[in-house]
Nanobody, 115 residues
Framework: QVQLVESGGGLVQPGGSLRLSCAASGSIDSFARMGWYRQAPGKQRELVAVITFGGRTDYAEPVKGRFTISRDNAKNTVYLQMNSLKPEDTAIYYC?????????WGQGTQVTVSS
């Protein structure tokens, strides 16, 4: 089993920044892909950003240029730096750990962008 613990969500004004963290523990394989997904009310869960062990990244179009994903393999932790936040970024953000085609999920952290 893999446990994922997220932190860093909250309320921020438009144009502001937040940094999410997700620490993985348990039966860890450092070579697994890690990433972030989000789900807004009434919408399906969607990919935000992912990163491989080697540091290759992929971003959803709406967040390109504003969000940066990174990971610390020694700490089994993935981060999501979110800048220039918009109201449409409001969602529950979920950490994802994918190994051998199987997905593990964190409990989610709420991000609300509002004035």
């Amino acid at each position: 089993q893999v446990q994922l613990v997220e932190s860093g969500g909250g309320l921020v004004q438009p144009g502001g920044s937040l940094r999410l963290s997700c620490a993985a523990s348990g039966s860890i394989d450092s070579f697994a892909r890690m990433g972030w997904y989000r789900q807004a009310p009434g919408k399906q869960r969607e990919l935000v950003a992912v990163i491989t062990f080697g540091g290759r990244t992929d971003y959803a179009e709406p967040v390109k240029g504003r969000f940066t994903i990174s990971r610390d393999n020694a700490k089994n932790t993935v981060y999501l730096q979110m800048n220039s936040l918009k109201p449409e970024d409001t969602a529950i953000y979920y950490c994802n750990y994918r190994r051998n085609g199987y997905d593990y999920w964190g409990q989610g952290t709420q991000v609300t962008v509002s004035s």
